[in-house]
């Protein structure tokens, strides 16, 4: 499975099985997939398609509870700092960091790993896709109340119509 096809199995479920009204990828934060209920809350999934790429993750999430861990992780400050908002509640509506209201890790189950078991003590939750089908195998908690505003919405529909136009001009081009 290539991440590609992860996104779209994430995407689909989403908007067709979980009651999400919307879902863009390669949106805030650079998620990989960002969906949005009728109530205006959000989930972030973050998919991994490759052992190492998640134990990355693992090891991201893993230095927030460990600070003697964060200060060798340099090179990934940013995920650092995300994960620490997520996990420790301190998102603030002027925030530079889009803060979704759920956050899930996607991957195939041959990825599964007994170090996810370091997610129990996060508000986070599991997707695993199997033949293209997605389960959720850790429900995720909410990590805060914040609906998501009116300008953060319109920048994903903008997003979203711009990707549409350019496929369609693909497809005129008959380059699809």
Not at 16 to 23: I, P
Not at 77 to 99: D, P
């Amino acid at each position: 499975m290539n991440s590609q096809e992860a996104k779209v199995a994430v995407l689909n479920f989403l908007l067709y099985h979980s009651g999400y009204e919307a879902a863009f990828t390669e949106s805030l934060n650079q998620s990989d997939v960002l969906g949005i209920k009728e109530s205006m809350l959000t989930a972030e999934i973050e998919t991994k398609v490759d052992r190492a790429d998640l134990l990355n993750e693992l090891h991201t999430i893993q230095s927030v509870f460990e600070p003697e861990l964060a200060a060798k992780l340099r090179q990934r400050e940013v995920k650092h700092r995300k994960h620490q908002i997520y996990i420790n509640g301190t998102f603030k509506k002027e925030s530079w960091l889009f803060c979704p209201n759920y956050f899930y890790l996607a991957f195939p189950a041959e990825l599964k790993d007994r170090r996810l078991n370091m997610l129990e003590k996060t508000k986070y939750g599991i997707m695993i896709i199997k033949d293209g089908q997605v389960t959720i195998e850790k429900k995720a908690e909410k990590i805060h109340d914040e609906k998501i505003d009116q300008a953060m919405f319109l920048r994903l529909m903008r997003k979203a119509c711009t990707e549409n136009l350019g496929l369609r001009e693909k497809l005129l081009r008959k380059d699809l």
